[in-house]
């Protein structure tokens, strides 16, 4: 079977981008088309490397593992060892299903043509059914996640968390988000969305009533002994979520945060209240916002 090299760069190519962009879509990652075509590029000269070349070298399994960290750091930049074990999780969850999907897209469409040499698959299809194939598996692939995504009850991801600030304590339920990333920007401590009015018994209302004031620098309404007691308390926190991009979110250090799921109980020294001036669910389900890092 004559295989030209071109072409299978160009089909591997698009290959690797798609799947890239999958990644980035379930992660909610932002996403550069520049980054994750250079990260495609990666990918398919390893192909056409692995298919010239018959060294076991190149396709053991620490070489291909070494070569997913590459492509994924090229097209994402994770910037922690943390993320970038999510973002390469999540790769080869991509890669998984929307490899098989496509396969058995080629395989239908091809009549069973297909081979495989070096451990590349090789058939006599044409770029049209590369095209089908990866746009029909890109599909899966989303609806697959997003399927199993909805699975997941509601009710797995509440718990009760109690904070505590100037020796006063509330009760509420969060919600744990995967995507509350959130962190205080000079010390790194995360931080909890929590709607504002639930924050009325344990903070002063001169504070929650001017928060905008506040984060523009405007304390004229603050009473000084006020101003006194929380103005090392009060941070800044800069978002792009919530509906809003590029938003500032005025937050205060509590105490503790008491996280409290089924019969486990966490204590939290170090924690950041952020005070969210909206409703976080319509329905009333949660009042705050609690990210992985806090659990």
Do not use: W
């Not at 922690?80 to 998984?96: A, D, Q, W």
């Not at 204590?267 to 009333?284: F, V």
Request: aromatic fraction near 10%; glycine fraction near 6%.
């Amino acid at each position: 079977m004559t295989v030209y090299i071109d072409i299978l760069f160009l089909e591997n190519f698009i290959l690797n981008f798609i799947i890239l962009y999958a990644t980035g879509l379930i992660s909610k990652h932002k996403i550069k088309f520049i980054k994750i075509a250079l990260g495609s590029i990666v990918g398919a000269v390893y192909v056409i490397i692995t298919y010239l070349i018959e060294n076991k070298v190149y396709l053991n399994i620490l070489f291909k593992l070494i070569l997913s960290i590459v492509i994924v750091y090229i097209a994402f930049t994770p910037k922690t060892i943390k993320e970038m074990l999510k973002m390469i999780v999540l790769f080869y969850l991509t890669s998984f299903v929307f490899g098989g999907a496509a396969l058995g897209v080629i395989y239908m469409i091809n009549s069973g043509k297909i081979s495989i040499q070096n451990g590349i698959i090789i058939g006599s299809y044409t770029l049209r059914t590369i095209f089908i194939g990866a746009i029909i598996a890109f599909a899966v692939t989303i609806l697959a996640f997003k399927f199993v995504k909805t699975k997941i009850s509601k009710k797995d991801l509440l718990c009760n968390i109690t904070i505590k600030i100037n020796g006063k304590e509330i009760k509420t339920k969060a919600m744990i988000d995967t995507g509350n990333m959130l962190k205080e920007p000079i010390t790194n401590i995360p931080v909890v969305v929590v709607e504002h009015t639930l924050l009325k018994e344990i903070i002063p209302k001169e504070i929650l009533e001017n928060m905008d004031n506040i984060l523009a620098g405007d304390f004229k309404e603050i009473p000084e002994e006020i101003q006194n007691e929380y103005m090392l308390k009060l941070k800044v926190i800069p978002f792009t979520s919530l509906g809003k991009q590029n938003g500032m979110l005025l937050g205060v250090k509590a105490e503790s945060l008491k996280v409290q799921e089924e019969d486990n109980i966490k204590n939290i020294d170090k924690i950041i209240i952020g005070m969210y001036n909206k409703k976080l669910s319509r329905k009333n389900e949660y009042s705050a916002l609690l990210g992985l890092e806090a659990v």
